[in-house]
């Protein structure tokens, strides 16, 4: 019995000493999560010996995980910053783009059933609150024959910290100089004015519970739900209502002038049928992994995800990356080492 | 307790142990001295992480943390008085409706019911008091929210909007229905405990004052509430805690603004609402550590409350101890 026990203990050390080598852990950005666990899933059964845990506890969670060094890797709605970098000294983070997402203005227009037209000027006045009317003239010319009312603005925001509040401010802050030079872009800022709903979910409820209201939310979000949502004017000067081939557009529009080190905002970007509010959701890889079997399983994960792991975006409603990114990401995987 | 064991000499240091194992007493008292005392290290180690974690933001801002009004994660300008502002406020209100519904309903419960009714009555309001607030805080979304907007508040602004208290649009989100879900979610809690300290009130005290001619009412009123105020007045604070820590059913419905407004129409935020809101994406020293600054004012805000709820049931007790 006594025999029984001891080979039954050193089994299961045996088990968790093999498992450890190949478990990869990382942790972060809530808005990729989903694809991230089918990738994983799918990873696995191509690869039975690697095994990827993710978290999705927030992109700030998840630099901060790495910063301290308990995971293996993080992932990020928006690049770190030179301070975050730097803060990290055993190793430099790698920036690697896996999927792009858009974010959406919806609203809740009494007697406006159609799709309305935003120009980024008047999103920056209605969201710092100059704009207070649905019939005002800039919104008038935004879309003419559209029948607009003479109610107040409402404006919805999310209340908790997101990737997608800072697309969103950082969109703003390009187009409009009164708001970048009085809010700025964060994944939370002091807004001027409005309603704080908690999640997609929570402006999507206050907007369509609230008659004159707009927000924003995730374009997954809208697609998944059914809602309708505005188009927004471009940098090209047109306006483009977001899908996946628009958000990609923007990606490639960007991709000619994209920093070695993909840290890049893709909001405003130039291309006629590029979707202005736009970004890149990040995977944060140090670029030194003393152990050599995780360094292999990250380094040809990442190879797969920019392959095969591409083709479950649609079907997952994330925006896969454009030809000349995965031709990028492809170089900097072999600064892995 | 253990003194007696040091003191004594070496060698019947060994006898003394067993004796002591044996005794049970002096055992069970240090076992359960030691649960005592782990309540006491929580709370030295939870006040500890927090002043330390919030050093950067200490450093920075300094007492002027409490009243500055300003809340930017971009330029970094932190300051809590919003937050108790509101955290306050929707406290407050909720209690100002909640503790007479609760006290009234107790002892209805307590005193006045049947049987029947009254024990169906308990076992709802403890189902009450164990629904998790999240559920309460899709019934404020679902149903107090709309109706508020569509009926509560333009009324309000009807009848009462020549107070500051009720002017600006009615978004249905806001202070008051913070403190309306609040005073829902405290007043189980009140019926309660409430109920159960009127119970305890010995029969004697309702036979007498009957017998000296009071109402069924009379009795009730002057003797046996009077007699129970002190398990009242605990449940009040109980509610009172749970108002001003609530988190997620306020963040749902207040609106979120982190602004100061007059009127109870108006968003608002509340400490432990914006700790939940942006705490996992917070980024940054100065930030993550204001934030968790705002938990140690939270701490500091219950720790006065309680403080001043101590001093007013030692007050009431003494004043009105010829009673008992």
């Keep these: 019995m006594k025999k029984l026990i001891l080979w039954a203990t050193m089994l299961a050390a045996l088990a968790t000493l093999t498992e450890a080598a190949d478990t990869i852990n990382g942790a972060g950005a809530t808005f990729p999560a989903p694809i991230y666990q089918k990738w994983f899933q799918e990873f696995h059964k191509?690869?039975?010996?690697?095994?990827?845990?993710?978290?999705?506890?927030?992109?700030?969670?998840?630099?901060?995980?790495?910063?301290?060094?308990?995971?293996?890797?993080?992932?990020?709605?928006?690049?770190?910053?030179?301070?975050?970098?730097?803060?990290?000294?055993?190793?430099?983070?790698?920036?690697?783009?896996?999927?792009?997402?858009?974010?959406?203005?919806?609203?809740?227009?009494?007697?406006?059933?159609g799709d309305l037209k935003f120009s980024g000027d008047t999103l920056g006045g209605i969201f710092l609150g100059k704009i207070t009317k649905w019939n005002d003239a800039a919104l008038k010319k935004d879309n003419p024959g559209v029948n607009l009312p003479n109610a107040d603005i409402t404006v919805v925001h999310r209340s908790d910290g997101s990737g997608t509040s800072f697309v969103w401010t950082d969109y703003l802050s390009k187009v409009s100089p009164d708001w970048k030079s009085k809010v700025g872009a964060n994944t939370s800022v002091n807004w001027p004015v409005g309603?704080?709903?908690?999640?997609?979910?929570?402006?999507?409820?206050l907007v369509k519970q609230?008659?004159?209201?707009?927000?924003?939310?995730?374009?997954?979000?809208?697609?998944?739900?059914?809602?309708?949502?505005?188009?927004?004017?471009?940098?090209?000067?047109?306006?483009?209502?977001?899908?996946?081939?628009?958000?990609?557009?923007?990606?490639?529009?960007?991709?000619?002038?994209?920093?070695?080190?993909?840290?890049?905002?893709?909001?405003?970007?130039?291309?006629?049928?590029?979707?202005?509010?736009?970004?890149?959701?990040?995977?944060?890889?140090?670029?030194?992994?003393?152990?050599?079997?995780?360094?292999?399983?990250?380094?040809?994960?990442?190879k797969w995800m920019t392959t095969t792991g591409q083709t479950?975006?649609?079907?997952?409603?994330?925006?896969?990356?454009?030809?000349?990114?995965?031709?990028?990401?492809?170089?900097?995987?072999?600064l892995v080492k | 307790?253990?003194?007696?064991?040091?003191?004594?000499?070496?060698?019947?240091?060994?006898?003394?142990?067993?004796?002591?194992?044996?005794?049970?007493?002096?055992?069970?008292?240090?076992?359960?001295?030691?649960?005592?005392?782990?309540?006491?290290?929580?709370?030295?180690?939870?006040?500890?992480?927090?002043?330390?974690?919030?050093?950067?933001?200490?450093?920075?801002?300094?007492?002027?943390?409490?009243?500055?009004?300003?809340?930017?994660?971009?330029?970094?300008?932190?300051?809590?008085?919003p937050f108790i502002y509101g955290t306050v406020l929707t406290s407050f209100l909720a209690l100002l409706i909640s503790v007479p519904l609760g006290v009234g309903a107790a002892i209805f419960l307590a005193e006045l019911a049947g049987p029947r009714t009254s024990n169906s009555c308990t076992f709802l309001v403890e189902l009450l008091a164990a629904v998790p607030s999240v559920i309460y805080g899709l019934l404020a979304i679902f149903t107090l929210v709309p109706l508020l907007r569509q009926y509560g508040e333009p009324f309000l602004k009807r009848t009462l909007g020549f107070l500051p208290l009720f002017q600006g649009p009615a978004y249905g989100v806001g202070?008051?229905?913070?403190?309306?879900?609040?005073?829902?979610?405290?007043?189980?809690?009140?019926?309660?405990?409430?109920?159960?300290?009127?119970?305890?009130?010995?029969?004697?005290?309702?036979?007498?004052?009957?017998?000296?001619?009071?109402?069924?009412?009379?009795?009730?009123?002057?003797?046996?509430?009077?007699?129970?105020?002190?398990?009242?007045?605990?449940?009040?604070?109980?509610?009172?805690?749970?108002?001003?820590?609530?988190?997620?059913?306020v963040t749902m419905v207040i609106g979120n603004d982190t602004a100061i407004h007059t009127s109870l129409l108006a968003p608002g935020y509340t400490i432990a609402a914006i700790i939940a809101n942006e705490f996992?994406?917070?980024?940054?020293?100065?930030?993550?550590?204001?934030?968790?600054?705002?938990?140690?004012?939270?701490?500091?805000?219950?720790?006065?409350?309680?403080?001043s709820a101590q001093l007013l049931i030692l007050a009431t007790t003494r004043r009105g101890s010829k009673q008992e």
Excluded: C
């Design chain 2, 280 to 307: 996992t994406e917070a980024t940054g020293d100065v930030y993550l550590s204001s934030l968790i600054e705002l938990g140690l004012v939270l701490f500091g805000l219950t720790m006065v409350l309680n403080a």
């Design chain 2, 175 to 249: 202070y008051l229905t913070a403190a309306l879900i609040l005073s829902i979610m405290t007043f189980p809690f009140i019926i309660s405990i409430s109920r159960e300290s009127l119970l305890a009130v010995p029969r004697e005290q309702r036979e007498a004052a009957l017998a000296l001619g009071a109402t069924k009412w009379e009795s009730t009123w002057q003797v046996v509430v009077p007699y129970a105020r002190l398990g009242i007045i605990g449940s009040v604070f109980l509610a009172l805690a749970r108002a001003l820590g609530e988190t997620m059913a």
């Design chain 1, 195 to 205: 309603l704080g709903g908690k999640g997609n979910e929570g402006v999507a409820g």
């Design chain 2, 1 to 81: 307790m253990g003194t007696a064991v040091i003191a004594a000499p070496p060698q019947s240091r060994a006898r003394k142990l067993v004796k002591l194992w044996r005794d049970g007493d002096q055992v069970a008292h240090l076992v359960t001295f030691l649960f005592a005392a782990s309540v006491f290290l929580v709370t030295v180690v939870l006040v500890y992480e927090l002043w330390i974690h919030s050093g950067p933001s200490r450093a920075k801002f300094g007492f002027s943390f409490l009243w500055k009004t300003t809340w930017d994660p971009v330029a970094l300008q932190f300051g809590a008085l």
């Design chain 1, 312 to 334: 479950f975006a649609q079907e997952m409603s994330y925006a896969p990356l454009p030809k000349p990114v995965v031709a990028k990401e492809d170089k900097q995987v072999a």
């Design chain 1, 46 to 113: 191509a690869h039975p010996d690697v095994q990827i845990n993710y978290q999705s506890i927030g992109s700030g969670g998840g630099i901060r995980q790495l910063t301290e060094g308990t995971v293996d890797f993080g992932a990020s709605d928006m690049p770190m910053t030179d301070d975050q970098i730097k803060a990290i000294t055993k190793y430099h983070v790698l920036h690697f783009p896996t999927v792009m997402g858009g974010v959406v203005p919806t609203y809740n227009v009494p007697g406006v059933s």
């Design chain 1, 210 to 302: 609230t008659p004159g209201s707009i927000g924003y939310v995730e374009l997954i979000y809208a697609v998944q739900n059914k809602m309708g949502y505005g188009s927004v004017k471009n940098a090209a000067g047109s306006f483009v209502k977001a899908d996946f081939n628009t958000v990609t557009e923007a990606a490639a529009g960007a991709a000619k002038e994209m920093p070695a080190d993909f840290r890049v905002s893709i909001t405003n970007a130039p291309g006629k049928n590029a979707y202005p509010i736009s970004t890149f959701t990040w995977l944060l890889i140090p670029d030194k992994i003393d152990n050599a079997a995780k360094k292999m399983a990250i380094a040809s994960f990442l």
